[in-house]
């Protein structure tokens, strides 16, 4: 499966936005998904996750409450809504799958990336 995320941009503090990643090659029904971000000079760290049939979502602690992971299936697309933006959560999103219904939230566990897209908050 191929993933192509887009959807940053620039935002103030407090506002929105919501990243998409379309899958391509493969139906996402198959796959798990999850989002990643790296800040400059940071690891890479997990964000959000979706089993593969989006009855399961989990969210890092730093993220629970402001931002939803949802997918479309008839678009083979997954989303991330992020609300109430902090300047913290300037980084590059990644958005991931890996075989298999289970949700994983460590970087080993998912082989097919997409591109980032950037994202940053103003303060």
């Known amino acids: 499966v191929q993933l192509q995320a887009s959807g940053g941009g620039l935002v103030q503090t407090g506002g929105s936005l919501r990243l998409s990643c379309a899958a391509s090659g493969s139906s996402l029904n198959s796959y798990a998904t999850a989002w990643f971000r790296q800040a400059p000079g940071k690891e890479r760290e997990w964000v959000s996750c979706?089993?593969?049939?989006?009855?399961?979502?989990c969210y890092a602690d730093s993220v629970k409450g402001r931002f939803t992971i949802s997918r479309d299936y008839d678009k083979n697309i997954v989303y991330l809504q992020m609300n109430s933006l902090k300047p913290e959560d300037t980084a590059t999103y990644y958005c991931?799958?890996?075989?298999?219904?289970?949700?994983?939230?460590?970087?080993?566990?998912?082989?097919?990336w997409g591109q980032g897209t950037l994202v940053t908050v103003s303060s």
């Open positions: 979706a089993s593969s049939d989006g009855g399961h979502t």
């Open positions: 991931v799958a890996r075989t298999g219904p289970a949700p994983r939230t460590s970087v080993i566990d998912y082989e097919f």
